[in-house]
Every structure is written in structure tokens, then in C-alpha cells.
């Protein structure tokens, strides 16, 4: 029996910690279920038997195979009695046992005869438990009572039937779309829940056909649903048709705008709520759009539901990111709820005031917060840090106090993500606001005195060494880093010996005092901490004031542009199999993602292997370039520089799967076609793709390597090599036809027939563009690796480029353009944005790093206009870039 928990005191709270079910063991229950088999069956003791057999289902417990089966018979011996209560827990369950398909027909009869008895309750109950374990075998024996129960009068017994409809249109789709008629009758139910459930399912039964989607909108619409619930979905589904049929050119309305601005008059609250929520989240919202919405989430500010509060700050919330101004009539009412009582709301509302308030309201917020600040967690403290970083940046006359509330409040207890969100905020407002730079770097230089969080004082120290050396007074940081050495764990103390050596690097009359302190940190007790400082002293020179050559700053201090899981990878292959010359850092991929070993093919297919190496190697990039090395017709081409992802040359389900991967080296383009034959009655033999590079004039085909054998389903490559001008991103169209020999194989034997017949395969066309010849290699620091490249090589010019749907669309246009990586997360455009700032980083063939600045604006037209600025190690590359742009 299960033993309740001991109470340590009379407090009615622990109260709640007492579980009936608590400490019950599996063995026992059952043991406990004997009682099923009773002759005089006890209701009561049944339903309670069953109750903790659920509880130890819904826990995660597992029943073998005869435990299951045995309670599965058991349980079915109680459709005996007539108590409503225990053929309900017997209904749950035979549903959560889920019996195999040879168990299900004991219980099939006694659930047919439940679905057409005259209890209701019996009815509703046996149809949801027969929808979820039949098979589609019985379900079109029943389909007949299935419909009628749609249709039936009572409520019950038709959403029963409803909501089984939506769980088998994901297992039986063909079976339930026939019951439109059924459904669409319910949809005109007077009962609430009905309705619900048939709109839903017949949304789902028409969601891949838009027009249909449409028609059902513009139907229901018109004033035939009721209930609440059922309008709050027509709410979603009619959102969904106004994002994908857009706004009317001619006239710039919106198809049924007015439906949701008359939602807004709604009795119920709900319906009120999501129609408001629907207005705020359109695609190019305008103002005027705007306000209805925002009038009614303002009357929500002041209800007594903390529900509602809560709903509309939330949403107005959102709309302040993109809309602020619209929310501005609403901030007389946020401020009040700064003193709510649920903490949520009020967190809510003061980073809403943040992003809406002008710059002569910040002053009285910030009063406002700092006695806020001590009553909430840690998560929603983030939130309220985020919010003021956006503020700074939004106003930055406004730094002092705001960089004064962030550094006071850093000095105050908390969690590590909340002090990262705060360290995170100084630091973006010191790269954004030059006048901040001094000031913050002093509060960082206070807050790494008492911080006891490894990872944000080596950060601090980190970004310390970059900025500290480029003000005015080096020399007032150096105390603040050097008691780092003399206080701190091993890792600090290791990155406090690298910031100082940037330090001695960039300013020249502080080495000798640079290097009287990293003499003494010759003497640490950790290895890397004196193995940094031997480095540093060696390679700075020789201690006097002179200026240290730009290489060793380079050397010491330069970004590292290849991605480190490359770097190790490589330096494991190197141990594992050493070569005779040293280990060469420029052998090492410089790719950002290695793309999947294996390659896709057409889906619904097995995914095709590269097939040649014998081992998985670590990374796409490495089997290609050892799969391409062991091709001797190849193996002269040199070091491969990219490898593109696999293109697809065939439909899906057609009788051979073929996809390209292009092997770009320096002065030659090598084309994989990884083939698949899924027709099990044919093997291909001497397999090749004839290439017509009519529509690529700088390229020559050099060889091919046919395919010997493709039996079914097992992928192999056939390659083609064509050589093109050196270092040149040279472009062009290629047309393919697979050619092959096909012969019959007898399935039962699996031998092919001695004869065969030559045969073709039309392949779609494919192209080599601009993007193949540039690698994605991402800079961790954008700022810093522009301001490092020479500003001779920098290119700028603007493009018009026409009409968009929207900046998003123009913004992807031109990355996949270029193919480059995109930094800082540039590459995400805010909804309703009026201009955008994208930064890409990339090699160009050749092994040149280049650096774009991209400034995109849209007018009300939607023109588009784009500022593009280049920089890159060789100004030929930088003109290449606008060459790319200007012809795509």
C-alpha cells in the first residue's frame, strides 16, 4: 500500500506534498490487479486498481510483453459490469495499453456494441478508444457509424467523433477526407465544442489546397460561427490566407482586414485577444492598421485579469520592436503596472516603456527600475538589462546614467547568465559609442576585481586587451589586469598574461614595465601561464621602447579564420599518420559547416555514400579531397578549394536518383554524380554522364571516369573533369544525359541477363556560378578584421535593384548571390524594417580573404537600393565582387 509522507510540523503546506500514489511498486499493483478476474467484481476497488496502473504509465514505467497482455485480458473482463464510472477508467485504459493488433479484436465487439448503445456516455467513449487502436482494416467497417456520429445530436458523442477524425488524418488521410459533407454540417453546430473541432478538422482536411482554404474562410467568415473558440481559429486560418494573397495593388487594402477589425467588437474576450494579436503580427503592418488593435490591448492594461494584463503588455510588447510609436498612447498605462503584483506583467511593461519613451522620460524610468530591480528573478532581470542596451543605443546622449545603472547593478548579486547579459550590454555599447569606451572599460576593470565567474573574466580580459591599448591612458588598465595574475585561478591568470602582452605589443612605451611583469610570471605554478609568458618575451623583442613588428602582431594576436573543430581534426590526421615535411596550417578546411558525408539524393531515397574510401573520414571536405586524390586522372588538379552541396539533376520517385557536387580547384571543375538505380529488375553497366558545355564556353572537358556496375540501390559516382582558366571564377550552363547499359535481372536469382541495351536518361541542366568560387569562412570579430585590412583595397559603389516583396527577400537574394558567410547574425532582417546593414565574410579562390559591408534601403514603392563596400587582401578581388553583383 502506498505510504503517505511523514508531515515534519502542523503547516497546512506540506499538505500538498502528500501523494496517494506514493512509493507504489509496479509488482504489486499487479498483484492487485487479480481483482478484475472476481467473480462479484467491486467497482470501486477495480477503479482504483486501474487508476495506479495508469499513474505508473503516465510515470514512464514499462511493462514486458506478458505483464501488458495479461492486464490487457484482464481489464477486458470488466466490460461485465454495468458501473458508468468503471467503464470510463476501463475506456482509458485499453487507450493507454494500446494492445497488439492480435489483441485488439477481443475487445472490438464490446466496443462496436458500446458505439451503438443508448448510453451517450458509452457511445463517446467507445468511439475515441476504437479510432485509437483499430487499424484501417475495421476502421472502413465502421466508417458508416463514424459519420452518423459526426452529425449525431449530441454534443458529446459528435466531438468524440471529431476529434478521433483528427488523430486518423494522420494515419487513414484517404478514409477521413470522405467525410467532408459530415464534417461541414457539424461546422453549422450550435454546440461550442463542435464547432470547434469541425473547423478544425476541416481545415486540416483542405490545408494543402489554398483555394479551398480561401473559399472555407470566405464562407465562415460571412457570420455562421458561434462559438468562441471555433472564431478564435477562424482567426488563425484567416490570418494564414491574408499572409500568403497579400495586399491589393490597386487599392492597398488587405482581404479580410475588416473581419478582423470587427472581431474586435466581440463579446468574448478571447476572440477579442486573438483577432488583436492577428492585426499586430500582418506582414507590413501600417499604422492605421495598427490602431484598432492597440485601442483594444490598452482597455486590456487596466482589467482585472491578470490574464489579460498580461496577454496585451505581451503583445504590445512585440509590436514596440517594430512599431514603437504606435504603442507610445499606451505608456500612461504601462507605467502603472510597474507595481504589479505578478512580476511577469511588470517586467513586460518597463521593457516596453524602454523601447517606446523618448529621451527626456529616461532619466524618471531608470529611477523607476533600480527599485524594481530587486524584486524579480534573474530571467526577467536579463530582459530589463536587453531592453536598456537597446535604449543607450536607441538615445546614445543618454550613456552616463544608463552605463551607470549597468555597472551598479553589476555589483549586485547574481547569476551567471545575468551578469553575462550585463558584461555583453557594456561591451556593445563601448564597440557603438565611442564616448562610452573609457568609462566602461574602468566599470569592467572594477567588476573582474570581485568576479567569480571564470569564463566572464577571461572575456572581460579579452576584449580589454583589444580596447585598452587604443585610449588615451594605457597605463591605468595595467593594475587592474596585473592583480589578475597575482589572485586568480589558472585560466584567468593565463589570459591576464596574454592581455598584457597585447598591451607591450600595440603600446610601445609600456614594454619595459610589460616585461619587467611577465618575467615575474616566469615563476607561475601552471604550465600554460609560464609557457604564454616564455612566448611572449620571445617574440616581442627585447624588452625597450621600440615598436614591434606587424608581423609578430599578427602572429601573436590575428584572428584565426580557420574554424577550430578543423584545426583539430586535421591535427589528429596528422599525428595518426605523420608525413615526412611539417604539419602546414594552410592544408586545413576553412569551411564553416562541413556538409553531411553522406550524399543527399532524391527524397524519399537512402542517401547516397561517397562509396570509394574504405573509412568515414571526419568531415565532407576531407572524403572529397581523399575520394578526388585517389582518382589518378585527379590526383594532378592540386589542392581542391571547395566542394558545392549536391544539386539534384532528377525529380523525386523517378527510376534513377541523380544529384552533381562541384569540385572546384584552381585551374580545373570536377563534377560527382552520385547515382542510384531503384528499379530492382535492371543493373546499369558502363555508366557515364555525356556533358554539352555548349553554354560554358571557358570550359574544356579533360576526362571522365565511368561507372563500371549501379546495381540496385547502391549508390556510386561517375566523374567529369573540366579544365577552365587558372584562378578564374569562370561560369556557364552544363546540360546532362545519363548513358548506360541496361540489363534485366532476375529477381528470384538476383543474375543479370549476358545481353544488354545501350540506353539515355535526360538529367535537369545545372550551373557553375560566382558562389562556387567563394568559401563561407566567418570572422569572429567583423569590426576588428575590416579595420585590418588594408583600406586601399576598398571598393564601394550602389546598386538599384528593383522591386522586392520585401528587405528580407533582397537581403537572401544577394548572400546566395556572393555565397558568403554572414556575421553577426546580420543575415536576420526585423519585419517592417525601412533599412538593414548585412556584413559577409569569405575566401575567394585563391586563398584572398574578402569582407563585405552590405546597406540595404526600401522606399514605399518597395525599390530597393543597396550600398555594397568591399574589402578584401587583393583589390583585383575586391572589383571581382562588384563584378558578381553588378552582372547578377
Known sequence: MAQPLVKKDDDRDDEADYSPFLGIEKGAVLQEARVFNDPQLDARRCSQVITKLLYLLNQGETFTKAEATGVFFAVTKLFQSRDIGLRRMVYLMIKEISPSADEVIIVTSSLMKDMNSRTDMYRANAIRVLCRITDGTLLTQIER????????????????????????????????????????????????????????????????????????????????????????????????????????????????????????????????????????????????ELTPAITVLQLFLSSSKPVLRFAAVRTLNKVAM????????????????????????????????????????????????????????????????????????????????????????????????????????????????????????????????????????????????????????????????????ILENATVRASAVSTLAKFGAMVDSLKPRIFVLLRRCLFDND?????????????????????????????????????????????????????????????????????????????????????????????????????????????????????????????????????????????????????????????????????DASEAEEFSEVGTKPLRSLPYDTPAQTFVAFEKPEGVPAAGKFSNVLRFTVKEVDTSTGEPEDDGVEDEYQLEDFEVVAADYILKVGVSNFKNAWESMVPETERVDEYGLGPRESLAEAVNAVINLLGMQPCEGTEVVQSNSRSHTCLLSGVYIGNVKVLVRLSFGIDGAKEVAMKLAVRSEDVIVSDAIHEIVASG
Open 145 to 288: 457509424y463514424l459519420k452518423q456520429a459526426i452529425v449525431d445530436k449530441n454534443p458529446v458523442v459528435a466531438s468524440a467523433a471529431l476529434v478521433s477524425g483528427i488523430h486518423l488524418l494522420q494515419t487513414n488521410p484517404e478514409i477521413v477526407k470522405r467525410w467532408s459533407n459530415e464534417v461541414q454540417e457539424a461546422v453549422q453546430s450550435k454546440a461550442a465544442l463542435v464547432q470547434f473541432h469541425a473547423l478544425g478538422l476541416l481545415h486540416q482536411i483542405r490545408q494543402n489546397d489554398r483555394l479551398a482554404v480561401s473559399k472555407l474562410v470566405t464562407s465562415l467568415t460571412k457570420g455562421a460561427v458561434r462559438s468562441p473558440l471555433a472564431q478564435c481559429l477562424l482567426i488563425r486560418y484567416t490570418s494564414q490566407v491574408i499572409r500568403e494573397s497579400g495586399v491589393n495593388n490597386q487599392t492597398g487594402d488587405r482581404p479580410f482586414y475588416d473581419y478582423l477589425e470587427n472581431c474586435l467588437r466581440h463579446k468574448a474576450e478571447m476572440v477579442i485577444f486573438e483577432a488583436a494579436r492577428a492585426i499586430t503580427e500582418l506582414t507590413n503592418v501600417t499604422t492605421r
Open 527 to 691: 604550465d600554460e601561464v609560464r609557457d604564454r609568458a616564455t612566448l611572449y618575451l620571445n617574440t616581442l623583442g627585447d624588452g625597450s621602447v621600440a615598436e614591434t613588428d606587424k608581423e609578430v602582431k599578427e602572429f601573436l594576436f590575428g584572428p584565426l579564420d580557420i574554424p577550430l573543430t578543423n584545426m583539430e581534426t586535421s591535427l589528429k590526421n596528422y599525428i595518426q599518420d605523420p608525413l615526412e615535411e611539417p604539419f602546414d596550417i594552410n592544408s586545413v578546411p576553412k569551411e564553416v559547416k562541413s556538409q553531411p558525408l553522406a550524399e543527399k539524393k532524391a527524397t524519399g531515397k537512402k542517401p547516397t555514400g561517397l562509396g570509394a574510401p574504405p573509412a568515414a573520414p571526419t568531415s565532407a571536405a576531407d572524403a572529397y579531397e581523399k575520394l578526388l586524390s585517389s582518382i589518378p586522372e585527379f590526383a594532378a588538379f592540386g589542392k581542391l578549394f571547395k566542394s558545392s552541396a549536391p544539386v539534384e539533376l532528377t525529380e523525386a520517385e523517378t527510376e534513377y536518383a541523380v544529384n552533381v557536387v562541384k569540385h572546384i580547384f584552381d585551374s580545373h571543375v570536377v563534377f560527382q554524380y552520385n547515382c542510384t538505380n531503384t528499379i530492382p529488375e535492371q543493373l546499369l553497366e558502363n555508366v557515364t554522364v555525356i556533358v
Open 322 to 485: 517594430t512599431h514603437p510609436m504606435a504603442v507610445t498612447n499606451c505608456n500612461i498605462d504601462m507605467e502603472s503596472l510597474i507595481s504589479d503584483q505578478n512580476r511577469s506583467i511588470a517586467t513586460l511593461a518597463i521593457t516596453t516603456l524602454l523601447k517606446t519613451g523618448n529621451e527626456s522620460s529616461v532619466d524618471r524610468l531608470m529611477k523607476q527600475i533600480t527599485n524594481f530591480m530587486s524584486d524579480i528573478a534573474d530571467e526577467f532581470k536579463i530582459v530589463v538589462v536587453e531592453a536598456i542596451r537597446s535604449l543607450c543605443l536607441k538615445f546614445p546622449l543618454k550613456f552616463r546614467s544608463l552605463m551607470n545603472f549597468l555597472s551598479n547593478i553589476l555589483r549586485e548579486e547574481g547569476g551567471f547568465e545575468y551578469k553575462k547579459a550585463i558584461v555583453d550590454s557594456i561591451v556593445i555599447l563601448i564597440r557603438d559609442i565611442p564616448d562610452a569606451k573609457e568609462g566602461g572599460l574602468l566599470h569592467l576593470c572594477e567588476f573582474i576585481e570581485d568576479c567569480e565567474f571564470t569564463y566572464l573574466s577571461t572575456q572581460i580580459l579579452h576584449f580589454l586587451g583589444n580596447e585598452g591599448p587604443k585610449t588615451s591612458d594605457p597605463s591605468k588598465y595595467i593594475r587592474y589586469i596585473y592583480n589578475r595574475v
